[in-house]
């Protein structure tokens, strides 16, 4: 996989809960997140009772990486700390198909937003030893 061009290995995420499930379907390529196991509602990564049943256990499944975006922004706080880019980059959260929300950024160096209601999929680049989705650019361009 790709070396991601924007954050550095200082950011990875934690292998730890709950983002363990999260992180393993990541590192084959795959978007694993959770749902209610009750009634199947879109869970956040970190969400431990439903918003729809507050049933308190979770599944995780291979979503589709696919989705629109709901809203992107250029952040123009630069920690040199944790981010390789000293220009403006775009950060963008995505509703996913599977209901999920999730806020990323692009696969390749790109210095604009995308268009909210744009048709987006989702590809993996490394980031340390870890492995996090991105908005391949070539869906976004054409
Ligand atoms: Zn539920």
């Known amino acids: 996989m790709t070396i991601d061009w924007l954050l550095r290995d200082t950011a990875a995420p934690s292998d730890v809960a709950p983002l363990s499930e999260y992180l393993a379907g990541s590192a084959e ?6 749902f209610c196991a009750a009634c199947q509602h879109p ?3 970190d969400q431990l009772h439903c918003d729809e049943c507050a049933h308190q256990v979770r599944v995780w499944q291979i979503v589709e990486p696919a989705g629109r975006v709901t809203v992107s922004i ?13 220009a403006a980059y775009p950060v963008i959260e995505v ?4 209901g999920h929300r999730i806020i ?3 696969s390749t160096v790109s210095d604009a937003p995308i268009a909210s209601g744009t048709e987006v999929r989702l590809e993996f680049v490394q980031v ?8 391949i650019n070539t869906a976004v361009k054409g």
């Open 29 to 34: 390529g795959k978007l694993m997140l959770p």
């Open 43 to 45: 869970l956040d990564l």
């Open 74 to 86: 250029m952040m123009n706080r630069v920690d040199a700390r944790y981010v390789k880019q000293e």
């Open 95 to 98: 509703s996913l198909n599977s």
């Open 104 to 106: 990323v950024s692009t």
């Open 128 to 135: 340390g030893t870890q492995y996090i989705p991105r908005i």
